[in-house]
Structures are given as structure tokens and as C-alpha cells.
């Protein structure tokens, strides 16, 4: 099992995100007076200011908008802004893909997985090439 | 015709001269520098009572920083946004000179990074800050600082059809400049470059890959130094040592990740105009352009939202080394070396201004002839994702 370095709490904003997680699901927020989605999480509605939100689920499937990959001792690995389909962008990593730097780039559908963790209660919501 | 409003004007200045320096502290480097400022000014400590100050070195700040020098000024402004700090802060110097706050503002850096090896590049801080509502949604996926710039690059590749040799053209460009300052020579020398001498388009491409599309020629070097301004109000800037350096436009804006937002447009293209605007000039009347490159790719950005050339379009317009110093049909970019070829401790945006200076001044060492107006643009933060901008638009008499 992988041991990403980990989220760590408490960070009122972002544990309700990573307690999904481990429900498998891949939250997001709503804005209930302007209806605009706000994501990363917060307490309040970076368009509206409104603190009336509600908690979304993302189908977690998506384009990847931007990657690059990572020189790395320990091995390259991408990192990758994701547009889910739900219209928020998050900043992921695409896994499980031979020659990264070669076979991927903007634009590949992807989906969400997520990944358990050796020391870690809380799943991380990667994704793969569909 | 630019605009003709002379309140305030850059009149001393003096950058620290060695770029690993382990036996000076970064507050030593302030203070000296700001004394050297004073004496190229013809001004004394005495005459400051403006303190502009970015939060840098061992106990400084707003607090810290006026007791180390042992002066009490009637303004301190302690605006810290990274790299681009020093356009902000001379931004509201100006603001408080016009405002009859003070008349003699000073603002210096001191940085010890090469030193302190500080983790930057593909190093990722297992930071023992508290985590925050952004650190929490990107630490699993291990960003660095390279990989930020490279998500921008690798969008503007996908978007506009951007090549890597167009990216790599402005690596070469600002070494051409390095090779004839001799600071910066001597700075790589002290920072183990291998080969030090001017490089081509391939040279770039063939240094490794750091995060891709980024090779590491595309970097900027990790650099101590820092070094000082000294900037006057116009009755104090007449009677200066130097030919006064006026501020004549300014602006400041901020961009960060947003849902549908596009990477590859910065800050630039909000602070830009504002700018300009207030010089009443266009880009393509500009002499010198120093822009902050903390990789190549920040450049790029830069030159289109400044509006030097169209969105997407900067490769063609960098093409050839049209902004080399001896090159005619653009202004002249980064011609210390910049953070690609001369030094980077920290917040390099004073560095912009020294440099601009030097050129309106006529002491370059890769000196356009009769340069009149410059842009010295810096960017704080990660482009692409939080960033601070600031562009300072500068003119001799």
C-alpha cells in the first residue's frame, strides 16, 4: 500500500472533504443562495460570500486539464490539475500510466480512484486514464 | 508621451555583490546594502523616514527591522507577497511621498538561500506549519515548486501549440546577459555551475528534465544575496549624486486557481494595464523589460499579459534573440542575468528595480544605449496558482 504524506487535522475546512474519502466519494461544495460551486472546500462562497453551502458527490470522472511529471529519485509520478465534469477543478495526480511524461498529456478523459493509505484512515482520491 | 508626474524617483541603490556568502547574516546584507544605497544617493541614514520592508531575514519585519538599523520612521509598511514584495512596496512608497508621509523611503533584501540549501525545486516541504485549507488539498500528491510553474507551461504548450524550444529561447537570452556581468559570472562560479558560458536553444533542451515540460536551464539558480533601494520624493531627488530614476506607473493584482480559470493567463494582465495606463505609454515604447524569472515560462506569461505581444504568442516574438541587449525590435529583457543566470536568495523583485535603474542610469553591463523607460514586473507566489503581481513602470529625465 502507498504512504503518501498526508492531509493533517484539525483544518476545519478541508476534514469534511477527507472524511468523505472514506466513504469513497469525492465531495464538493454548492453554494445554496447563488448556486455556484466552490471548491477547494471552505466555509464560505467564494462568489457570494453566502456561508450556506451544501456538501456534493462527484461521478469523479473528468479531463485532465494540465499535468506534468516529476523527476524523481524514488520515481517520476505525475501531478495533474483535474476538470471534473461537476465543473471544479482539483489539483491530483494520474497513476498507473507506463512513460508518463510520453503518454500523458491535457485533454485524457480521467476517473477517480481511491487509494488506501498504509498509516491512514483517509483515502486519496487519485485518478486514471478511462 | 509619457506621464509627465515626477513624485517620486528611485535615487540610490546597491546590490549585494556575492551570491554565497555563508559568513553574513541576511539582516547584515539589509542593512549594508541600505547604507550603500544611502551613500549612492548622497543621502545619510539620518534623511530615512520611510521603512518598506517584506518581512525577509533573521528577526526583521516592521518590527524587527527599524530597531536592527536604529531609526524610527514616520511610515512602515511590512507588505509581504514573495517575489514581487519590492514592486509593491515602492508602489506605496510612492503613495506615502505623494501623500507628504516622508520623503526618503528605503526597502532592502537579504537572503541566504544557497547558503541554508533551502528545499525548493522538486523538494516538497514536509512543512511543520499547521496545515491550511490549501496545504491539506495538495501535500498527498507531492507538488513542488517546479512542477507548479511546469503545469502552466504544459497548458500553454496544449493551448497555443507553444514549443519547447520557444520556452527555451528566454533561458538563452538571459545568460547572453549573465556572460557580461561579471557578478553573475562570478555567482555561478561560486555555485558549481558546470560549463559557464553562453548557451543555445539546445543547451537548454538537452539539460534534464526537472518536472516536464521544465529542463533545469529553464530554473531559476537558488542564490544569498539581496541588496537595497533608496527612493526619494522629487524636491529630495534633484540634489541625489545619481540622475534620478522616476516612478511613473504602478499596479498590483493577485490571481490563484479558479474553477474554469485559465493557467496561462497571470496577474499581469489585471496589473499590466493599470500601469501602463498611468504612464500613458504601450509596451512597444519601453527600452528595458525586467521580468520575473523564476523559470521560463514565467517570463513568457508575462510578456503576453504585459501585452508585449499577443496571447500565445511570445515564442515567435522572443524568436532570434530579439530581446537581447544589441537587438533591435523589442526592449531588452533581464539584463543583470536575472534569476536564471545571475541570483535568486528569496524575493527577487528588488533586483528588477536595481536593474532597471542601472539601465536608466546608464551603468549596465549589458547596456542599452540612451534607454529611457523601463518595466520591472515581479511575480510572488506560484504562477498558476496563488500569485501576487506587481509592474513598476520607470523613466529617466
Given at each position: 500500500m502507498p504512504n503518501r504524506p498526508l492531509p493533517r487535522f484539525p483544518e476545519p475546512d478541508t476534514e469534511p472533504f477527507w472524511e468523505a474519502t472514506k466513504r469513497g466519494e469525492l465531495a464538493y461544495q454548492q453554494?445554496?443562495?447563488?448556486?455556484?460551486?466552490?471548491?477547494?472546500?471552505?466555509?464560505?462562497?467564494?462568489?457570494?460570500?453566502?456561508?450556506?453551502?451544501?456538501?456534493?458527490?462527484?461521478?469523479?470522472?473528468?479531463?485532465?486539464?494540465?499535468?506534468s511529471v516529476v523527476v524523481d529519485r524514488n520515481g517520476d509520478y505525475a501531478v495533474a490539475y483535474i476538470d471534473l465534469d461537476e465543473g471544479f477543478r482539483m489539483f491530483s495526480t494520474v497513476v498507473g500510466v507506463d512513460e508518463p511524461m510520453k503518454n500523458l498529456q491535457c485533454g485524457q478523459r480521467v476517473r477517480v480512484e481511491f487509494e488506501p493509505q498504509e498509516e491512514s484512515e483517509y483515502l486519496i482520491p487519485v485518478f486514471r486514464l478511462v | 508621451?509619457?506621464?509627465?508626474?515626477?513624485?517620486?524617483?528611485?535615487?540610490?541603490?546597491?546590490?549585494?555583490?556575492?551570491?554565497?556568502?555563508?559568513?553574513?547574516?541576511?539582516?547584515?546584507?539589509?542593512?549594508?546594502?541600505?547604507?550603500?544605497?544611502?551613500?549612492?544617493?548622497?543621502?545619510?541614514?539620518?534623511?530615512?523616514?520611510?521603512?518598506?520592508?517584506?518581512?525577509?531575514?533573521?528577526?526583521?519585519?516592521?518590527?524587527?527591522?527599524?530597531?536592527?538599523?536604529?531609526?524610527?520612521?514616520?511610515?512602515?509598511?511590512?507588505?509581504?507577497?514573495?517575489?514581487?514584495?519590492?514592486?509593491?512596496?515602492?508602489?506605496?512608497?510612492?503613495?506615502?511621498?505623494?501623500?507628504?508621509?516622508c520623503n526618503v523611503a528605503v526597502m532592502a533584501h537579504g537572503g541566504k538561500t544557497a547558503t541554508q540549501k533551502f528545499a525548493t525545486g522538486n523538494r516538497f516541504a514536509n512543512s511543520p506549519q499547521p496545515p491550511s485549507w490549501q496545504s491539506n488539498m495538495e501535500v498527498p500528491f507531492r507538488n513542488t515548486t517546479v512542477s507548479s510553474y511546469a503545469l502552466v507551461a504544459a497548458r500553454h504548450m496544449y493551448q497555443y501549440g507553444t514549443r519547447p524550444e520557444d520556452f527555451a529561447e528566454i533561458s538563452a537570452t538571459t545568460r547572453y546577459h549573465a556572460m557580461r556581468n561579471p557578478e553573475a559570472v562570478q555567482a555561478m562560479t561560486d555555485l558549481l555551475f558546470a560549463d559557464i558560458?553562453?548557451?543555445?536553444?539546445?543547451?537548454?533542451?538537452?539539460?534534464?528534465?526537472?518536472?516536464?515540460?521544465?529542463?533545469?536551464?529553464?530554473?531559476?539558480?537558488?542564490?544569498?544575496?539581496?541588496?537595497?533601494?533608496?527612493?526619494?520624493?522629487?524636491?529630495?531627488?534633484?540634489?541625489?549624486?545619481?540622475?534620478p530614476v522616476w516612478v511613473i506607473g504602478n499596479g498590483q493584482a493577485t490571481k490563484y486557481r479558479e474553477n474554469g480559470g485559465?493557467?496561462?493567463?497571470s496577474a499581469a494582465?489585471?496589473?499590466?494595464?493599470?500601469?501602463?495606463?498611468?504612464?500613458?505609454?504601450?509596451?512597444?515604447?519601453?527600452?528595458?523589460?525586467?521580468?520575473?524569472?523564476?523559470?521560463?515560462?514565467?517570463?513568457?506569461?508575462?510578456?503576453?499579459?504585459?501585452?508585449?505581444?499577443?496571447?500565445?504568442?511570445?515564442?515567435?516574438?522572443?524568436?532570434?534573440?530579439?530581446?537581447?541587449?544589441?537587438?533591435?525590435?523589442?526592449?531588452a529583457l533581464n539584463t543583470d542575468g536575472g534569476a536564471l543566470s545571475?541570483?535568486?536568495?528569496?524575493?527577487?523583485?528588488?533586483?528588477?528595480?536595481?536593474?532597471?535603474?542601472?539601465?536608466?542610469?546608464?551603468?549596465?553591463?549589458?547596456?542599452?544605449?540612451?534607454?529611457?523607460?523601463?518595466?520591472?514586473?515581479?511575480?510572488?507566489?506560484?504562477?498558476?496558482?496563488?500569485?501576487?503581481?506587481?509592474?513598476?513602470?520607470?523613466?529617466?529625465?
Open positions: 453554494c445554496n443562495r447563488c448556486n455556484s460551486l466552490v471548491f477547494t472546500p471552505r466555509a464560505h462562497c467564494d462568489t457570494c460570500g453566502s456561508p450556506d453551502l451544501a456538501w456534493k458527490v462527484s461521478k469523479g470522472e473528468g479531463v485532465i486539464y494540465s499535468v | 508621451m509619457p506621464n509627465q508626474a515626477r513624485t517620486a524617483a528611485i535615487v540610490g541603490i546597491h546590490e549585494w555583490p556575492k551570491r554565497l556568502d555563508p559568513d553574513v547574516s541576511a539582516m547584515q546584507i539589509k542593512a549594508a546594502s541600505i547604507s550603500r544605497a544611502l551613500d549612492d544617493a548622497g543621502l545619510t541614514w539620518k534623511d530615512v523616514d520611510g521603512l518598506y520592508d517584506a518581512n525577509d531575514g533573521e528577526g526583521g519585519g516592521g518590527l524587527g527591522m527599524a530597531a536592527y538599523l536604529g531609526i524610527k520612521p514616520t511610515v512602515i509598511d511590512t507588505t509581504s507577497v514573495g517575489g514581487s514584495s519590492y514592486e509593491f512596496l515602492a508602489a506605496h512608497s510612492l503613495a506615502d511621498i505623494a501623500a507628504g508621509k558560458r553562453e548557451i543555445t536553444v539546445d543547451d537548454v533542451l538537452n539539460s534534464r528534465m526537472i518536472a516536464s515540460p521544465l529542463h533545469l536551464l529553464e530554473c531559476c539558480l537558488i542564490s544569498d544575496g539581496g541588496g537595497a533601494v533608496v527612493i526619494a520624493a522629487a524636491d529630495v531627488a534633484r540634489n541625489t549624486k545619481k540622475k485559465d493557467v496561462t493567463v494582465a489585471q496589473s499590466g494595464p493599470i500601469a501602463f495606463g498611468e504612464a500613458l505609454l504601450r509596451p512597444d515604447e519601453l527600452d528595458i523589460a525586467m521580468i520575473y524569472d523564476s523559470f521560463s515560462i514565467t517570463v513568457a506569461c508575462i510578456l503576453e499579459d504585459l501585452g508585449f505581444c499577443k496571447k500565445g504568442e511570445f515564442g515567435d516574438y522572443v524568436k532570434g534573440g530579439r530581446l537581447r541587449f544589441d537587438q533591435k525590435g523589442g526592449p545571475s541570483n535568486h536568495p528569496g524575493f527577487r523583485g528588488l533586483f528588477l528595480l536595481m536593474e532597471a535603474t542601472r539601465q536608466l542610469r546608464g551603468e549596465s553591463t549589458s547596456q542599452v544605449p540612451g534607454a529611457k523607460l523601463a518595466v520591472a514586473h515581479g511575480n510572488g507566489g506560484l504562477l498558476g496558482h496563488t500569485h501576487a503581481a506587481g509592474t513598476i513602470i520607470l523613466a529617466a529625465d
